[in-house]
């Protein structure tokens, strides 16, 4: 069963702390990224990474890390320098090969209070 | 110049009628414009995308009609259905290269439209 996994649906936090979102994908995609999804926002790309151990800054990095040791996996943090974290946060993934196609997780939803 | 602007907001439309989506943008190297549609709670779907060497493309319900000139493109539902209900997103993106030297630009997305259909 091929796909884009994401977890945990649901994560909670209190403010100050980092916490981790899991992002793994079986489709044998070279690139991943990672966007935040507020109302009446569209989606904002955070980080992507277009080969393993490489990535690139998107539009909104800051107070955010990532990481791409292996192809099929590329966790983000959220630290505790991203000011407002409260987010649905969504992964996806492209093949690389010819293709500008973008597949998406499910999205964890993080609340920090 | 990055942007992709998208309207309407919402959107409410009677089963068995067409639903209307309109994106504008201002990169003219734009040359990849996807839709996609996302049910609460769920990540987005690719629904149906096309490049700009094409004024219309169809699939089943779904079209895409691209006007290059005017830098704008809209997406058409037709009988509409109640499963339909969802927000979609359209979104746009620029590439380099051709064959299997083809670089892709990061997509950029529209702010999205709150379609409901009622039955």
């Known amino acids: 069963d091929g796909g884009i996994t994401q977890s945990p649906k649901y994560l909670f936090r209190k403010e100050g702390q980092n916490v981790t979102l899991s992002c793994e994908q079986n489709l044998n995609h070279d690139a991943m990224y990672w966007y935040r999804q507020d109302p009446g926002q569209g989606l904002r790309l955070i980080y992507y990474s277009q080969i393993v151990n490489d990535f690139q800054k998107g539009d909104i990095a800051e107070g955010y890390s990532v990481s791409r040791e292996k192809k099929e996996s590329f966790p983000l943090t959220v630290t505790s320098a991203q000011k407002n974290p409260t987010a649905f946060y969504l992964c996806?993934?492209?093949?690389?090969?010819?293709?500008?196609?973008?597949?998406f997780g499910p999205g964890t939803r993080l609340t920090v209070t | 110049q990055q942007q992709v602007k998208q309207s309407p907001q919402s959107l409410i439309v009677q089963k068995g009628g067409i639903s209307i989506i309109n994106c504008a943008y201002e990169n003219t190297a734009f040359d990849y414009f996807p839709w996609y549609q996302q049910f609460p709670g769920k990540g987005p779907a690719l629904l149906i995308a096309?490049?700009?060497d094409v004024s219309e493309k169809k699939e089943g319900r779904f079209t895409i009609s691209f006007n290059k000139s005017a830098k704008q493109f809209s997406l058409h539902i037709m009988d509409s259905q109640p499963g339909d209900s969802a927000t979609y997103f359209c979104?746009?993106?620029?590439?380099w290269g051709i064959g299997s030297g083809t670089s892709y630009g990061k997509l950029t997305f529209g702010q999205g439209t709150i379609l409901t259909v009622h039955p």
């Open positions: 996806a993934s492209r093949s690389g090969r010819g293709s500008n196609e973008q597949y």
């Open positions: 096309i490049r700009p």
């Open positions: 979104a746009a993106s620029q590439s």
